[in-house]
Structure formats: C-alpha cells, structure tokens
T-cell receptor
C-alpha cells in the first residue's frame, strides 16, 4: 500500500530552527508538496520538490531524496505564527496525491 | 484573483438528515477536488473532477455521498443520509492542471449529532 509517515507532534522554541521529516512509500513519484495548515483553516501551499536537493524560500526550505523516499521541511528563525500543522503529500504514478496525517508544530516563547 | 469559495462554513445536522456543500473554484482551474478531513488527520480525497468528468471517486461512499460538477465550474457535494462519523471538515480545492499545486477553500465544517 501507499504510505506517508510524519511525526505527530513537535515542539520548538521561538527563534530556533526545526526540521520536520517525511518518509514515503508510494507507487511511483511525481513530486512532493508541503502545506501549512493553521487550526481551523485550510491548507496553504509552502513548497514543491520533484528533483533531489534543497529548495529554499525565505525562512522555509524543503529537501528531497527520491532514492531514500525522504523529505524534510526546515523552518528557521521560528516565529509564534509558525505554530500550525505541516502536511506532506506525494503525487504517485497516477498523479494522485497521497497525504500524510500532518505534524503539529508547537512554538514556545 | 479570487480564491476557492465554499459554503456554508458551518453546518450542524442530526443523523439521517441530508446536507449539501457548494464550491466555486478559482476561475480557469479545470481540476476540482473534494476532501474530507477529520480532526488530527490529513485530507482524504473523496472525488476529483477534470472539467465536468470524474477522474477518481474510489474513496467516495457512494451509498450516501454524491457530487456533481455539471458545467465544469462550480460543484456540489451531498450527503444523504448523514452518519455520526461524517462529522469532519469538507475541503474543496482546485488546480489549473492535474500536476500543479492545489488551492484550498476555507472548508465546510459539518457536525452530525
């Protein structure tokens, strides 16, 4: 079957750096997405990786290793507003999106 | 550019009643998705449309759920009759092409009592 694994919850301190990992087993691969979802709100797009390596976008970076079935989202200079759930999703060979359950990130002052 | 519009934002019904949700995607987006998201879980795809044709409805409980996108623009999702386990947020999303990023609406939160 197809599976996306992410930690359920992580805690970090304001101003620090946190890395949220995502491992996947899917039938084929056509790209990996990271979305941010604040409580009670809809998911919003953060990043997209289809080739191996690091994609940097401001305070957020996303890394992909297709051979390892692994990605991470790196958040730098954490702010209180970064408290949210972070969802990893993979497009399989049929271009269907497989979603992880999300990682709830708690930022403490 | 207007985002994905959904209504109603909140709905409370009793089990065995019916409910309908409406979605208007971003203008020009051919692909429309309905997701069910239960608290603490990732979104679960219910149905995906490409224009007015169904691409994937393999996880749609067809005995009680139905969806349509008659003119290839807006869409409705209906639940009849509702069960307690249908309590969830129903998210509509659209994309300009099948492989592109998804843009989500604010969701419709359903509570079944």
């Amino acid at each position: 079957g197809q599976n996306i694994d992410q930690p359920t919850e992580m805690t970090a301190t304001e101003g620090a750096i946190v890395q949220i990992n995502c491992t996947y087993q899917t039938s084929g691969f056509n790209g990996l997405f990271w979305y941010q979802q604040h409580a009670g709100e809809a998911p919003t797009f953060l990043s997209y990786n289809v080739l191996d390596g690091l994609e940097e976008k401001g305070r957020f970076s996303s890394f992909l290793s297709r051979s390892k079935g692994y990605s991470y989202l790196l958040l730098k200079e954490l702010q209180m507003k970064d408290s949210a759930s972070y969802l990893c999703a993979v497009r399989d060979s049929n271009y269907q999106l497989i979603w992880g359950a999300g990682t709830k990130l708690i930022i403490k002052p | 550019e207007a985002g994905v519009a959904q209504s109603p934002r909140y709905k409370i019904i009793e089990k065995r009643q019916s409910v309908a949700f409406w979605c208007n995607p971003i203008s020009g987006h051919a692909t429309l998705y309905w997701y069910q998201q239960i608290l603490g879980q990732g979104p679960k795809l219910l149905i995906q449309f490409q224009n007015n044709g169904v691409v994937d409805d393999s996880q749609l409980p067809k005995d009680r759920f139905s969806a349509e996108r008659l003119k290839g623009v807006d869409s409705t999702l209906k639940i009849q009759p509702a069960k307690l386990e249908d309590s969830a947020v129903y998210l509509c999303a659209s994309s300009s092409k099948g492989a592109g990023e998804l843009f989500f609406g604010e969701g419709s939160r359903l509570t079944v009592l």
